[in-house]
């Protein structure tokens, strides 16, 4: 277990609740956290960019005001995601928001930057930067980041390609930071496994699309319900970058999900063509064969703390 900043030690649960684009929203984020797990979501799902300040200030009340009402069992911190891309130009305006509010942890994805970093520590934030390389993770840690999320195969959006015994091992290997494993991570026993490898968290985004708060259609949501790994395409076509989606999606969208194009990597965007892909072509990573109905979220990790406490128990730990 490596040496965690104040915000992230005590969690319940050493779970970080994803950022998932479009799908993320306050509702989830406080759910995620009341629960005891760290609730994130982008920047960018705020839209227009002023709704932002919106949505921090609820967040942040309601979640003071239930730390208030249970001292006892305080709320996990939230974290707030930037796309630190050239093809983000609200990253500015966004920081100003989030220093506002100083947010206690600031995931940056797609980038690396000192700047960033650095407005952050100003507030007293974390930073937590994801990779999907020991290379990258390199970087990440040089340019000032506090703590790393490794990526791993299997991750939906846009996932790595690495084994995630792989990677933890080769990042292990220099950093004693915070480390969160990202990847297909969907059960208790997961999370556990995740831990026994040398990470401090697991990072779940998919199965939290399966939930009542996520912002996502009732066919997206049942589709994860339905789903398995063999129903998950990873294609680099609709943002220019590698990612896991959902089959049928794909074939809804009139193509066959076996037969997919290359993308021309130069037309890579996260702004309003992203939108469009995002909605129609539903992202999700390989894990998904744990979930076995749409439930609320609390009700969600709830069943992951007990897996997670009987995979405990099994192994004697
Ligand atoms: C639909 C969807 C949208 C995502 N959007 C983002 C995003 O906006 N920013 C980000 O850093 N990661 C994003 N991710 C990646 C997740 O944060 C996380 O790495 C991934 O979901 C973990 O793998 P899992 O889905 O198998 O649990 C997204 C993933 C999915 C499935």
Known sequence: MSKLPPVLQNLSLPVIGSPLFIISNPKLVIEQCKAGVVGSMPALNARPAELLDEWLAEITETLAAY???????????????????????????DMQVCAKYKVPIIITSLGAREDVNQAVHAWGGV????????????????????????????????????????????????????????????????VLAAQVMGADFGYI???????????????????????????????????GVHGNYLAPSIRAAGMDPDNLPESDPSKMNFGGDAKKAWKDIWGCGQGIGSISAVTSTAELVAKLRSEYEAARARLKL
């Open 205 to 239: 985004g998919s199965a939290f699309i399966a939930t009542h708060e996520a912002r996502a259609s009732e066919a997206y949501k049942q589709a994860i319900v339905d789903g398995n790994s063999d129903d998950i395409v990873y294609s680099n076509l609709f943002t």
């Open 67 to 93: 730390n208030k009402a249970n001292p006892d069992k305080p709320a996990a911190p939230f974290a707030i995601n930037q796309i630190v891309h050239k093809s983000n130009d609200r990253l500015e305006h």
């Open 127 to 190: 930073v937590l930067h994801d990779i999907i390389n020991n290379k990258f993770a390199h970087k990440a840690i040089e340019k000032g980041a506090d703590g790393l999320i490794a990526v791993a195969a299997g991750a939906g959006g846009h996932a790595g390609t690495k084994s995630p015994f792989a990677l933890i091992q080769e990042i292990r290997q220099w950093f004693d930071g915070p480390l969160a494993l990202s990847g297909s991570i969907a059960s208790g026993g997961a």
